[in-house]
Each structure stands twice: as C-alpha cells, then as structure tokens.
C-alpha cells in the first residue's frame, strides 16, 4: 500500500487547512486510516482516525471538536479538515493504515502502523 499526504502549508492561527491522503495498491477488508503528526523535538502523536467502512472514527482530545477526518471510499482518499488552528498544531502530518484484527484496539498507537506515508508540514503563525 502506498500512501500520499497533501495538503499542508503555512496558515494564520485560527484558520483551517485540509490534508489529503490518497491510497493506492494493496486491499484490506478492516482497517483504519489514521492521522499522526509529528512536532519539533516530540515524538509522533496520534491524532484521528476512520474505519475503512467510513462509519467509525475517533480523535486526539487535543483536536476534538476542531478537527474532522472523513474518507472517499470511490477514490480511496482520507481528509482530514483542521479548524481553529493555533501554533500548538505545527507540526509535519503523516497518514498511516493498521490493517487487520488488531485494528480496533491499537489504531491510537503510531508505533504499530503497517503503513506510511510521507509527511506533510503545517505552520501555524501566531
């Protein structure tokens, strides 16, 4: 599985942006698709997820209520359409998949992802 993330740039604090992440190759029949990102000097944090049946998803308190994942199951597309962003989102985005079983329980856990794409950098100016 390939995936490509798209969409970040530099941004005013308060505003919103959406990233894009595209699928290609590989088929799975359960699995999540997740947002993580990455700040400088932190570890990579979780942030939000769907299911592949799209009717799932669960978000980072610290984006709750901001942000919101969605997907386009026809063109295998993940989005993820942050508002009211403030500094404390700067960071470099990546998608990532955890496919099978374990799933359900660990698709909060970046370290177990199956798949990755590159990241993509967000700058939120204050």
């Known amino acids: 599985v390939q995936l490509q993330a798209s969409g970040g740039g530099l941004v005013q604090s308060g505003g919103s942006l959406r990233l894009s992440c595209a699928a290609s190759g590989g088929t799975y029949r359960r699995y999540y698709t997740n947002w993580a990102r990455q700040a400088p000097g932190k570890g990579r944090e979780w942030v939000a997820s769907i299911h592949s049946d799209g009717t799932k998803t669960d978000y980072a308190d610290s984006v709750k209520g901001r942000f919101t994942i969605s997907s386009d199951a026809t063109k295998r597309t993940i989005y993820l359409q942050m508002n009211s962003l403030t500094s404390e989102d700067t960071a470099v985005y990546y998608c990532?998949?955890?496919?099978?079983?374990?799933?359900?329980?660990?698709?909060?856990?970046?370290?177990?992802?199956?798949?990755w794409g590159q990241g993509t950098l967000v700058t939120v100016s204050s």
């Open positions: 990532g998949i955890i496919a099978g079983s374990s799933s359900y329980n660990h698709y909060d856990k970046p370290a177990l992802y199956d798949y």
